[in-house]
């Protein structure tokens, strides 16, 4: 039996609690939260649990084997690194860090002691999304010129991070996952009307090798919930909304048809049209789960196989490393930044 702290029992911590606690491999044995009414919340549900404001009575305790982290971003290194230092085995939530040198020292750390640290980052155990992953891996939509991600909601206002680190964090951890690499660079620009200092809107662009763009619109402050993301490549186009539980994903057999090379010049909309394939559109039957109970899964199989996760803490300081860049670029009136220095 691996048992799991859940450090945070905020609006996401209670999903963690929720999933260690069903699966018959962990037991929750300690939930941390230094709000007290969110601990007596949880108290009549979870009676074998033990209970406290004070992370450092779960990470002290020899009996722990391993610490979840659903904390404000801001807080995730210094708990997570308190963890590790005591030997647990750690699942933070996106973002791992503040900042890349943070994350960097959590894997550091996590490495050194042999110890599993993982990511949050959801989307990797979304079988909608991996699904995708493979039909690019495949070659199935052919080179890929751009994704454009949209995602957006009125609330929940964050006050430790921006609209980029909390939404646009998740698209970036897709993307990466699908392009299988880094952006090179970032521009973004956003907008703060609520806090001050804290954007709620974030339009950002990121350049991958071979002239991908990866367009991204995360937002707080905007009347509809969207979850939308299209992929238009060469020889197909894709949209995922993962709000369609039923049917996330459509498949366009639309392109630009070589067709239009075979035209000496193109003088009429007719012979324009000619140029463009329009085929079918299909929806793939994706056996959809929760992606989190899936999550949950993976971190105990990996301390129980030693195993990398996909979203270890590299990949999770991949992913901070490109909302640093666009931090700067937004310092700098949307200016291209490079994302590895
Ligand atoms: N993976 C996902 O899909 C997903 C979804 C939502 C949130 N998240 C992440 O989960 C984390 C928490 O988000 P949330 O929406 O639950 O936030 P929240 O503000 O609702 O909850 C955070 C909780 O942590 C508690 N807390 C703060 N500092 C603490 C400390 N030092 N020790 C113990 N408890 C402390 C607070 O009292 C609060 O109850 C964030 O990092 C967020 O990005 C991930």
């Avoid at 943070?102 to 079988?127: K, P, W």
């Avoid at 698209?171 to 907008?191: F, K, M, V, Y």
Wanted: proline fraction near 4%.
């Amino acid at each position: 039996m691996i048992r799991v702290a859940v450090v945070g029992a905020g609006h996401w911590g209670p999903n963690l609690i929720r999933n260690f606690h069903d699966e018959s491999r962990s037991d929750v044995t300690w939930v941390i939260d230094t709000n007290a009414a969110r601990i007596d919340q949880l108290r009549e549900r979870y009676p074998n649990a033990r209970m406290s404001p004070d992370a450092g009575d779960a990470l002290s305790d020899p009996q722990v084997d391993a610490v979840v982290v659903s904390t404000p971003t801001i807080t995730h290194y210094e708990i997570a690194r308190r963890a590790l230092r005591q030997d647990k085995h750690v699942l933070v939530e996106k973002p791992v860090a503040a900042s890349c040198k943070q994350a960097n020292e959590l894997c550091d750390l996590a490495e050194s002691r042999g110890r599993i640290l993982m990511v949050g980052h959801t989307f990797l155990y979304n079988s909608a999304v991996r699904w995708v992953q493979k039909y690019i891996e495949a070659g199935d939509l052919g080179r890929i010129y751009y994704i454009s991600m949209v995602r957006t909601n009125l609330g929940p206002i964050r006050m430790d991070v921006n609209a980029a680190w909390d939404l646009a964090s998740h698209d970036i951890s897709i993307a990466n996952h699908w392009l299988g690499a880094e952006p090179q660079s970032a521009a973004a620009t956003g907008g703060n009307w609520i806090n001050p200092g804290i954007q709620d809107a974030v339009f950002s662009t990121l350049r991958y090798s071979d002239d991908v763009l990866v367009h991204l619109h995360a937002s707080w402050l905007n009347p509809r919930k969207a979850r939308d993301i299209t992929v238009v490549g060469a020889k197909r186009m894709l949209t995922f909304n993962d709000l369609d539980i039923t049917e996330p994903i459509r498949i366009y057999d639309k392109k630009v048809s070589d067709e239009r090379t075979q035209v000496e010049f193109i003088d009429s909309i007719a012979s324009f049209r000619a140029s463009v394939r329009e085929g079918d559109i299909t929806i793939p039957r994706v056996t959809l789960a929760e992606p989190l109970k899936t999550q949950c899964g993976r971190f105990l199989d990996h301390i129980q196989d030693g195993g990398r996760p996909d979203s270890d803490g590299r990949f999770g300081a991949a992913v901070v490393r490109v909302l640093e860049a666009m931090e700067r670029s937004m310092q700098n009136a949307g200016r291209e930044e490079r994302v590895v220095l």
